[in-house]
């Protein structure tokens, strides 16, 4: 190759850099360390309620108060929060501009596929008690069998008291599971496709097997199980009609591969982001140029509605509420404003290639992924992000010291997803996905890497800061 065309190539070819070139020993060391964090706090929220709970405790021992108790016009530096029914919180810093120059929004999902308990989920069938359950989000039901489950959640009884169960993480505790047909008898599920393999009312999670000792009654497993809900908890059976339980893998996180580069572990999508966005605001050491706002939000995995889901209003209220105190309408602030929809992209896996274009693929260990649009096909359901906005967002970036790349959700006729973005661009704000691939998304265990984890903190930070 001439020297004129290595300096061509140089000049005009799109460079993809593995972030073990790009950074230095000493980063190196800083993001392993800030991945020890994120691990910790993946080990320990496995709910949206929990990582709510998570969020606020952290926020008031960072110097947050609550925004309804504020009263007063924000000056430069103040820190308020307003929490959403214990499943959703946001965090705001005023920054040294008017409100009216517009904010910085970061904004994540903090619940995950799962499996809800239907309201009356307790029986019993020859010889076993179960949970009847109805699956939240998009999984694979097959990969939910035959797996450790853990049982969280809160239940609201009739005397207006409520009870919050977490059962199955801790060492020696029981925990709970989907039985699978042996390989010995599967052939008529093997006849099946692949969607249902196992079907939805088939995820019958296994609770016990001990009858009641008393020959009078029937029903006794499950009188037996609900004898021990009622001595541990103080719940009747009518109380799961105003429960929100919820049972998630038993995994622990763990480190991945000999040179410890991976993380493995339940709910990465999408608190692999919500961690780097959540300690971005926190980090915040004097009041930023322009108010910064971070998001943690619920029902992302099914499609954002609710009173606790970024399609409601929440979040405009609350600027809303902020562009009053200084005189203004929300929509002055909103149509000023920048958001970074803090969501992950399927990282390229090389077992699975067909399904990717591999030009327009996220890979591990190349930096946050900025991803221009969503949603599937010919764009349905997605915000396109403006050229100009990603120009600002790669100018951003790259002038930080931030390693990033492009990326699309699988090819085009293959399937796609959505995130929050939508619902933030819908409010006349330039919005665009900044997240973190992974591998297996959506599975019940997924993999990332631990230098795109730490290249979202800082994409963030510098979002909220430069």
């Not at 207006?160 to 020696?172: H, L, R």
């Not at 105003?242 to 040179?259: K, M």
Request: hydrophobic share 40%; with cysteine; aromatic share 10%.
């Amino acid at each position: 190759m001439s020297e004129k065309s290595k300096q061509l190539k140089e000049m005009l070819f799109n460079k993809k850099e593995n972030a073990i070139d790009f950074m230095s020993a000493e980063e190196l060391a800083v993001c392993d360390d800030f991945c020890e964090g994120y691990k910790e706090f993946l080990q320990e929220c496995k709910t949206e309620r929990e990582v709510a709970a998570f969020v606020e405790d952290l926020a008031l021992t960072n110097g947050f108060v609550k925004f309804d108790e504020f009263g007063e016009a924000l000056a430069a530096g103040d820190k308020v929060y307003r929490a959403n029914r214990g499943k959703a919180i946001i965090l705001c810093v005023k920054g040294k501009r008017s409100i009216k120059d517009g904010i910085r929004i970061s904004a994540a999902h903090i619940d995950s596929p799962r499996l809800d308990l239907k309201q009356c989920p307790v029986y019993e069938e020859d010889g076993l008690g179960f949970f009847k359950t109805h699956y939240y989000g998009g999984i694979k039901k097959y990969q939910w069998t035959a797996i450790p489950l853990s049982l969280h959640g809160r239940i609201c009884k009739s005397d207006g008291s409520f009870v919050d169960v977490k059962i199955g993480e801790a060492a020696g505790e029981p925990k709970f599971v989907i039985t699978d047909i042996l390989p010995h008898l599967d052939r008529e599920q093997m006849q099946r496709k692949a969607d249902d393999l196992v079907k939805g009312e088939e995820l019958n999670v296994v609770i016990g097997s001990r009858p009641f000792k008393d020959d009078e009654e029937s029903e006794k497993i499950k009188l037996n199980l609900l004898s021990l809900l009622y001595e541990k908890y103080g719940i009747v059976e009518r109380d799961f009609l105003s429960a929100e339980l919820e049972l998630v893998p038993a995994f622990t996180v763990d480190d991945i591969g000999f040179d410890r580069s991976l993380i493995g572990g339940y709910g990465h999508d999408d608190r692999v982001c919500s961690y780097p966005a959540l300690q971005a605001i926190l980090d915040i050491e004097e009041a930023p140029e322009y108010t910064a706002i971070t998001v943690l939000t619920d029902k992302e995995e099914t499609g954002s509605d609710g009173n606790t889901g970024l399609a409601s209003s929440y979040l405009k209220y609350f600027i809303e509420d902020l562009a009053r105190l200084e005189g203004y309408e929300g929509r002055d602030v909103l149509r000023n404003s920048m958001c970074l929809s803090a969501d992950v992209n399927a990282a390229y896996d090389p077992t699975w290639g067909s399904a990717f274009e591999k030009n327009n693929a996220s890979f591990i260990n190349q930096g946050v992924c900025v991803t221009k649009f969503t949603g599937h096909g010919g764009k349905y359901g997605t915000s396109d992000a403006s050229a100009e906005f990603v120009s600002f967002v790669k100018n951003m970036l790259e002038e930080n010291g931030v390693l990033w790349q492009s990326g699309e959700l699988g090819k085009i006729d293959n399937g796609g997803g959505g995130t929050v973005a939508l619902f933030i661009a819908n409010m006349d704000v330039d919005t665009i996905d900044v997240g973190v691939p992974v591998l297996s998304m959506h599975a019940p265990y997924e993999i990332v890497a631990k230098t795109d984890v730490y290249m979202a903190y800082k994409a963030f930070l510098t979002f909220f800061t430069k």
